[in-house]
């Protein structure tokens, strides 16, 4: 079966750093295209980078621009965000997504807290 296992996130101050890991396991993980959405409280879930398969095309929000770096590791079936510079408003919960070639539906991880705070 399909399976996104998050890890990573918690509670950090503003200015502070967060990695996080997204496991896959179920599917040729090299062949999937990969992204990190966020959701806070009260606003519409929104796309904050993705990656695809070959690694060679990235893209991130404007929020987050200079801030985030989407990567993966194809020989770990692993992806990450690294988050420097956190700020109040990226507090979210932050859920990976996977789109798999042939498969009709993304897949979604569990979503972990990030909260940004003094």
């Known amino acids: 079966q399909v399976q996104l296992v998050e890890s990573g996130g918690g509670l950090v101050q503003p200015g502070g750093s967060l990695r996080l890991s997204c496991a896959a396991s179920g599917f040729t993980f090299s062949s999937a295209a990969m992204s990190w959405y966020r959701q806070a409280p009260g606003k519409e879930r929104e796309l904050v980078a993705a990656?695809?398969?070959?690694?060679?095309?990235?893209g991130y929000a404007g929020s987050v621009k200079g801030r985030f770096t989407i990567s993966r590791d194809n020989a770990k079936n692993t992806m990450y965000l690294q988050m420097n510079s956190l700020k109040f408003e990226d507090t979210a919960v932050y859920y990976c997504?996977?789109?798999?070639?042939?498969?009709?539906?993304?897949?979604w991880g569990q979503g972990t807290q990030v909260t940004v705070s003094s």
């Open positions: 997504k996977a789109y798999i070639p042939g498969v009709a539906r993304d897949y």
């Open positions: 990656m695809a398969s070959a690694g060679g095309s990235t």
